[in-house]
T-cell receptor, first 114, second 116 residues
């Protein structure tokens, strides 16, 4: 039973345009969400996060939106750059339970074309 | 500044063999975990630990064993390797508590395991 789902395995966008990566979750008890980026042959690295008490968080070119009623979050990258080409994982946790446990989605491979 | 170090980076095993994947972190993180990455399945949690002497199961614990005798080390043992355990394994660690960076996992570079 996949609690965190990324239904788009891949996404291709042109350099300079917006990339939108989507993520859905099923457990309404999740209260903290994160996005990770992974290049080939490397470990994932943290990108941006959002608490369930917010609906938006920005960090430079990256913005994460959270829609709790729809159990949906999205990552916007504007403008997209070729160096953004990577696999993006969303993750969810029970922050308030303090276990540190993260549940990841399947990942979306983003290709940004020059 | 080593961060999270995993060894070995590559390993080939025969079915039935046992081995240990090593993981060490030098950031004094309370939380450590093991994930496996498989195509189309994303990162799935195998086992995790919130401190020395404390471990718990994740989503896919069968066939794996862990222990946490020190804050720094969290080895993953494959008791009797099976082809289904062919995967890329990642160790990750983080702080616990309510401060900044909570929940942000720091990952090692991964260990690619092939079971024949």
């Amino acid at each position: 039973d996949q609690q965190v789902k990324q239904n788009s395995p891949s996404l291709s966008v042109q350099e300079g345009r917006i990339s939108i990566l989507n993520c859905d979750y099923t457990n309404s008890m999740f209260d903290y969400f994160l996005w990770y980026k992974k290049y080939p042959a490397e470990g994932p690295t943290f990108l941006i996060s959002i608490s369930s008490i917010k609906d938006k968080n920005e960090d430079g070119r990256f913005t994460v939106f959270l829609n709790k009623s729809a159990k949906h979050l999205s990552l916007h990258i504007v403008p997209s750059q070729p160096g953004d080409s990577a696999v993006y994982f969303c993750a969810a946790s029970f922050y308030s339970s303090n276990t540190g446990k993260l549940i990841f989605g399947q990942g979306t491979t983003l290709q940004v074309k020059p | 500044n080593a961060g999270v170090t995993q060894t070995p980076k590559f390993q080939v095993l025969k079915t039935g063999q046992s081995m240990t994947l090593q993981c060490a972190q030098d950031m004094n993180h309370e939380y450590m975990s093991w994930y496996r990455q498989d195509p189309g399945m994303g990162l799935r949690l195998i086992h995790y630990s919130v401190g020395a002497g404390i471990t718990d199961q994740g989503e896919v614990p069968n066939g794996y064993n862990v222990s946490r005798s020190t804050t720094e080390d969290f080895p993953l043992r494959l008791l009797s390797a099976a082809p289904s355990q062919t995967s890329v394994y990642f160790c990750a660690s983080s702080y616990l508590g309510q401060g900044p960076n909570t929940g942000e996992l720091f990952f090692g570079e991964g260990s690619r395991l092939t079971v024949l």
